[in-house]
């Protein structure tokens, strides 16, 4: 299985401040044949299901207000939310669908400072 | 609106089964690709397993800690998806959530685009 690392384990972030969440992945998640890099993003408020925020590393679903963004390849990837709102106090996730089974981070708490 | 709904949740005893349903709403279910997705108490997401479309041979795949203990169907005639579960574990106690895996026109992926509530499947002497 491809282990999902992710750092830090939490981060609190002043209001208007940039949230940096980072996750590396034990093997390659870029496919050769189409360059993609098959990594998600999720994220999870408090008594909430998660809900899906980018894919293939830094496409975002509809929807995902354009503060967060995703980057990276291969096994280095990066969630940047680029200007920290209150709504976005949540655990995020990475999570890869490059081999079954999909496989998730640990998650990274994000809190107001 | 997709709305996937879990339901069959409760307190087991180690050893006992439960079943889980989701009924889902807002998309055409026999064109899906469905997996559950657990999350213990204070923990991370786990994938449980999943069962393709008819279309794609209907055919299931689980993770290995619960292999061959749990059991995922699906009725399309009632927009309905499965999770047996037997030969419960102390370690099967989360939150269990249903999910769509994302699919195109051309391919399904193994990322979740829409998820339920989740019911709670507490396993306790």
Known sequence: DIVMTQSPDSLAVSLGERATINCKSSQSVLYSSNKKNYLAWYQQKSGQPPKLLIYWASTRESGVPDRFSGSGSGTDFTLTISSLQAEDVAVYYCQQYYNVPPTFGQGTKVEIK | ?125
């Open chain 2, 1 to 125: 609106e997709v709305q996937l709904v879990e339901s069959g949740g409760g307190l087991v005893k180690p050893g006992g089964s439960l079943r889980l349903s989701c009924t889902a709403s807002g998309f055409t279910f026999s064109n899906a690709w469905m997996s559950w997705v657990r999350q213990a108490p204070g923990k991370g997401l786990e994938w449980v397993g999943h069962i393709k479309s008819k279309t794609d041979g209907g055919t299931t795949d689980n993770a290995a800690p619960v292999k061959g203990r749990f059991t995922i169907a699906r009725d399309d005639s009632k927009n309905t998806l499965y999770l047996q579960m037997n030969s419960l574990k102390t370690e099967d106690t989360a939150m269990y959530y249903c999910t769509t895996q994302y699919c195109s026109s051309t391919s399904c992926l193994y990322y979740f685009d829409y998820w339920g509530q989740g019911t709670l499947v507490t396993v306790s002497s």
